[in-house]
């Protein structure tokens, strides 16, 4: 069984920056891609980014694009998402997600789910 553990939420002034944390036990991290998926008060839990087994190629959703950044420190079983000029559309829980391939696209099946990490960033 995967686990996943994330850290770094908070509440933020709008142009703030958060960095995310999530560490995975249970399985090889490295053989993996990861993710995070975020949920705002009132809508559906969405896509926010993805990176692939070994870094090299990563997906955002437009929103964030130029402002997040996902990356992965495969000998600490960590992936991070750096948060830059937040907005107040940002505020949402952020789980961290893990696949069951070594690559992965925005809509690809989550294999697994951390519990989440809330991100308030205020106006």
């Known amino acids: 069984q995967v686990q996943l553990v994330e850290s770094g939420g908070g509440f933020v002034q709008a142009g703030a920056s958060l960095q995310l944390s999530c560490t995975a036990s249970?399985?090889?991290?490295?053989?993996?891609?990861m993710g995070w998926f975020r949920q705002a008060p009132g809508k559906e839990r969405g896509f926010v980014a993805c990176?692939?087994?070994?870094?090299?190629?990563?997906y955002y959703v437009d929103s964030v694009k130029g402002r997040f950044t996902i990356s992965r420190e495969n000998a600490k079983n960590t992936v991070f998402l750096q948060m830059n000029s937040l907005k107040p559309d940002d505020t949402a829980i952020y789980y961290c997600?893990?696949?069951?391939?070594?690559?992965?696209?925005?809509?690809?099946?989550?294999?697994?789910w951390g519990q989440g990490t809330q991100v308030t960033v205020s106006s």
């Open positions: 997600t893990a696949y069951g391939t070594r690559t992965a696209l925005p809509g690809n099946e989550v294999d697994y």
């Open positions: 249970g399985r090889t991290f490295s053989n993996y891609a």
């Open positions: 990176i692939s087994w070994s870094g090299f190629t990563t």
